[in-house]
């Protein structure tokens, strides 16, 4: 499988783990789930980015599954995350709806899903830690502007649309400035009650 995920290696860095400078997103260790999710949604215009596209345009689900799978089994350290400029309130705007949310605007706190620790949970659920703040923005942008699509309902579209410009900065360079503890993985359950209903997630016991 090494050898047939260079391509993939390629942009995402050695073994799925980019750093967090780079605009491409670390893919080690993301529950299989999700990612298998994301190749689908690549593979079949939910998300739009040509050269993902290109790759993926032709293979079945089922070696999908397999990519997939070989990247969530990688568990590798975490770079620590790059210095931060940003203004302290800035920062504590964005700790405040990761943490809490906002209840006046129906906004969800992030670790509602994603999990306390913010490494999501398996199989369907990524961690919001270890990315650049530059890609966490762009992917919330993405949402609002119908450029990147999940599986009905979209429940990140959702959320998305109710964040402002300064939501989405605040939230993307709080993140940003997390580290990742040490040996950190994402849960081993879905949370009992999310606060949305995901199409990417399927019921508990539910088929797929």
Known sequence: MQGRVLACTACHGKEGRATPQG???????????YLYNQLLNFRDGRRSYPQM??????LTDDYLQEIAEHFASLQLPYAQPP?????????????????????GRDIPACVSCHGAS??????????????SRDYVGSQLGAWQTGQR???????????????????????????AAQPVPAG???ARQLPEAMPLRCGGVP???AAQ
């Open 203 to 205: 019921r508990q016991g």
């Open 149 to 175: 699509h999940a599986q009905s309902p979209d429940c990140m579209a959702a959320v998305a649309s109710k964040l402002s410009l300064q939501d989405v900065r605040s939230v993307a360079a709080w993140l």
């Open 83 to 103: 210095a931060t400029q940003v203004l302290p309130q800035e920062l504590e705007r964005g700790r405040l709806l990761v943490q809490h949310g906002d209840a």
């Open 23 to 33: 605009y491409f997103p670390r893919i080690a260790g993301k529950p299989a789930g």
């Open 118 to 131: 913010l490494m999501g949970a398996a199989p369907w659920l990524p961690g919001l830690l270890g990315l």
């Open 53 to 58: 596209s290109y790759l993926l345009e032709h």
């Open 184 to 186: 950190a993985v994402p």
